[in-house]
């Protein structure tokens, strides 16, 4: 039965989900906007406990009188995430026009926190189903199991390989699609529908879309996906209630809006799409600043500009100001204001190493901080901070330049294997012997990445190299992972930016003579 024929309401769910958590969550009181906003998190002024970091931490002496810092405390609401708005909003709206009733499945792409806001249905009797496309931390895991939410977990950015066109994205598609059936079946979805439009689902994982197959998936399984990445209500959420709370909050404080920079970070682009509209509507003038992780760097619930741009609600033209901000200095902040009791998360402690940085330079003087989740889930990497030196990341030249230092370069990829002529350019690009080539099986590789701890041939290589060793992968996110392991286990290696694949000599020659597909499993 299409989901889309039967409008009736189920009004017993409609009002579950309206006094359990709909009642709980931020929203507009008689559903009339510009009114008073329910349920309003915390706008806290943290001003001092800011100055108090950039002294202690940055030796940075900002004592400014007319500086403003607030934290709007998301990590307060249900589920610990600003994702609860939007979830709410969506659901809200599905259930109140029969798009959900009780005993439905509900489907998503979720890097996390909107997963495990979606967790809230469970206790309504919905199943929920997330796809998770990129390694998430074990708290976010944990969480989302917690939640009862059923979890299909493909790894898909783990390290994709660029410009190996057609054939690899094909071979790629293939193993995933197999990996999506196998998760499904066990999740008690019948594998035939599946089978009935493997072309289409195959056409997607080749792109790596997960978005467009959670949604494809919900229309084959009569699921209902929320569509975070193309719901105007996702930004609406923020547009009608974040933005109008803050405004009256400040009001409340004796400030004005107007005054203020807001500073987020981008997950779907709605709470940065939201707040922008709303103060381009009342203040006709861009207020919101976007703050990203560079290219490479793992910070939880949120992407990397390179990953925002393409999607429906990455607006450039909406923003104030874009940055792209290293979370590495960043996380002797986030340590200090979790020790001062503030329950911040990552993505928070980006934004107020922004903020730090703005307020340097003399950008503005008034800022508002999204906090958009606490530390909870991130606890285990939080306590990693200090005590681990991160991985080198190099490239060929500096390798090229420096090549006696290193005496080991070990390949890592779970689904690709250097060819002959991928070994020999590796050589010849980076300066460096054939010889000291290591190519560890991919099941080796699996083992490693997957934190089962570090497998005998990788550690004996390491161990044997009288110098600096190399990981190099496909294009430099598996190794940066791999290394990352091996740095957690206190053993430094460096990493190659731009893999195999962004070699100079790679461009002049086709990728399916440089590496094959892995069969060693
Ligand atoms: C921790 C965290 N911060 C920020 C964001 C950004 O939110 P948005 O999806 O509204 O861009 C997310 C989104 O998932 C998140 O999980």
């Given at each position: 039965m299409d989901q889309n024929q039967d409008n009736a309401v189920d009004k017993v769910l409609l009002e579950r989900f309206e006094s359990e958590i709909w009642n709980k969550v931020p929203h507009l009181e008689n559903n009339q906007e510009g009114g008073k906003i329910v349920n309003a998190t915390p706008l806290v002024d943290i001003t001092a406990d800011f100055k108090e970091c950039a002294k202690k931490i940055y030796n940075l002496d900002i004592s400014d009188s007319e500086l403003q810092v607030y934290g709007k405390l998301d990590s307060t609401l249900l589920t610990g995430s600003i994702k609860v708005r939007p979830a709410a909003n969506i659901i809200h709206e599905a259930i109140s026009t029969g798009k959900i009733k009780s005993g439905q499945t509900v489907i998503e792409a979720t890097s996390g926190n909107f997963g495990i806001a979606l967790g809230m249905l469970s206790k309504l009797g919905l199943q929920v189903v997330t796809i998770v496309s990129r390694k998430l931390q074990e708290g976010v895991?944990?969480?989302?199991?917690?939640?009862?939410?059923?979890?299909?977990?493909?790894?898909?950015?783990?390290?994709?390989?660029?410009?190996?066109?057609?054939?690899?994205?094909?071979?790629?598609?293939?193993?995933?699609?197999?990996?999506?059936?196998?998760?499904?079946?066990?999740?008690?979805f019948d594998p035939s529908i599946f089978d009935n439009s493997i072309t289409e689902i195959e056409a997607l994982l080749g792109k790596q879309d997960i978005i467009n197959l959670a949604k494809l998936l919900a229309k084959k399984y009569n699921c209902f996906c929320p569509e975070q990445y193309d719901n105007d209500l996702n930004v609406n959420a923020h547009r009608t209630i974040t933005g109008a709370e803050i405004d009256q909050q400040l009001q409340q404080d004796g400030n004005s809006l107007d005054e203020f920079n807001i500073l987020c970070t981008f997950g779907t682009g709605g709470t940065s799409g939201g707040l922008s509209r709303y103060i381009s509507e009342k203040y006709n003038k861009k207020g919101v600043h976007v703050i990203f992780p560079p290219g490479g760097q793992d910070v939880a619930?949120?992407?990397?500009?390179?990953n925002a741009d393409g999607l429906k609600y990455y607006q450039p033209e909406k923003y104030a100001g874009e940055y792209e901000v290293d979370f590495e200095k960043a996380k002797?902040?986030?340590?200090?204001?979790?020790?001062?009791?503030?329950?911040?998360?990552?993505?928070?402690?980006?934004?107020?190493?922004?903020?730090?940085?703005?307020?340097?330079?003399?950008?503005?003087?008034?800022?508002?901080?999204?906090?958009?989740?606490?530390?909870?889930?991130?606890?285990?990497?939080?306590?990693?901070?200090?005590?681990?030196?991160?991985?080198?990341?190099?490239?060929?030249?500096?390798?090229?330049?420096?090549?006696?230092?290193?005496?080991?370069?070990?390949?890592i990829h779970t689904q690709y294997t250097p060819q002959e002529g991928g070994i020999e350019l590796l050589a010849k690009s980076l300066g460096i012997d054939k010889s000291k080539?290591?190519?560890?099986?991919?099941?080796?590789?699996?083992?490693?990445?997957?934190?089962?701890?570090?497998?005998?041939?990788?550690?004996?290589?390491?161990?044997?190299?009288?110098?600096?060793?190399?990981?190099?992968?496909?294009?430099?996110?598996?190794?940066?992972?791999?290394?990352?392991?091996?740095?957690?286990?206190?053993i430094v290696t460096d990493s190659l930016i731009g893999g195999i694949t962004e070699l100079p000599e790679a461009r002049n020659s086709q990728l399916s003579e440089l590496v094959k597909q892995a069969s060693q499993f």
């Open positions: 895991f944990h969480e989302l199991r917690n939640m009862g939410i059923k979890i299909m977990d493909l790894e898909m950015d783990i390290c994709p390989a660029p410009g190996m066109e057609g054939k690899k994205d094909e071979l790629v598609a293939k193993a995933t699609a197999a990996n999506v059936r196998s998760q499904l079946t066990q999740l008690g619930g949120i992407r990397t500009h390179n002797p902040l986030l340590k200090f204001f979790v020790e001062k009791g503030h329950d911040i998360g990552e993505s928070s402690a980006l934004e107020l190493y922004a903020t730090l940085q703005l307020v340097s330079a003399n950008k503005g003087k008034k800022f508002v901080v999204m906090i958009c989740d606490g530390i909870e889930k991130y606890r285990k990497n939080l306590e990693k901070i200090g005590k681990i030196q991160p991985p080198g990341q190099v490239s060929q030249e500096e390798v090229a330049s420096n090549s006696s230092e290193y005496d080991k370069v070990i390949w080539i290591v190519i560890p099986n991919a099941r080796t590789a699996q083992q490693l990445l997957s934190g089962q701890g570090i497998p005998d041939e990788i550690n004996n290589s390491i161990q044997e190299s009288k110098g600096k060793s190399l990981m190099v992968c496909m294009a430099g996110r598996t190794s940066l992972m791999a290394a990352n392991v091996l740095a957690e286990k206190g």
